[in-house]
């Protein structure tokens, strides 16, 4: 996988190679394309602040938004929509997947909230804006049972991963929120400064062929 890294947010305690490499495994087990490319942005209250305005018409900061570039179909019957292999079939080179932007400063909030460290909960919502980027979302019970229950799954198999490398990012937490299910996201939105946001907006304007979902 070919993941960009751009770190504007001037916040220290953002490890590049940790958000690479759990945003790369999460795609190698959602079996997307080696091929794949993504972006992921770091940036700072203030940016966040305005793109959440700007895109999704909420006031205030938030975690995490996901920029996906074309509408997916995850699980669907009548075979895969995903870009990268919608890319492969059409002869294309290699695909962009979609931008993820994070905002430490809000993360950290919430990682204190919620009794673990600030990598775990970037780690955490890189994956769960991969997830985005496929095609998943929170909109319905129904959804947030399965996109909440696969981002836990792929988190925790990071873990594991990491552990068989004999490679080492952050401590894996052992917390009740440490795996959260959408309740539990909700619960600590609510206690986060600045959080209670919805898990699903509208956008009020998106770019030619671009989707943007937020945490």
Known sequence: MAIEFVNESGYAGVNEEMLGDVASFALAQMDVSPEAEATISAVDLATIEDMHVRWMDLAGPTDVMSFPMDEVTPGSSTG?????ALAAADGFGPAMLGDIVLCPEF????????GHSLGHELALLTVHGVLHLLGYDHATPAQEKEMFGLQNELLANWYDDLSARGVS??????????????????????????????PVGEPVAKPDNSDVDDD
């Open 169 to 198: 990012y952050q401590p894996k937490p052992t917390g009740p929120r440490a795996f959260p299910s959408a309740a539990d996201r909700a619960d600590l939105d609510r206690q986060v400064p600045g959080g209670g946001i919805p």
């Open 107 to 114: 993360a950290e909030r919430q990682a204190q909230a919620a």
């Open 80 to 84: 895969t929509l995903r870009p990268d």
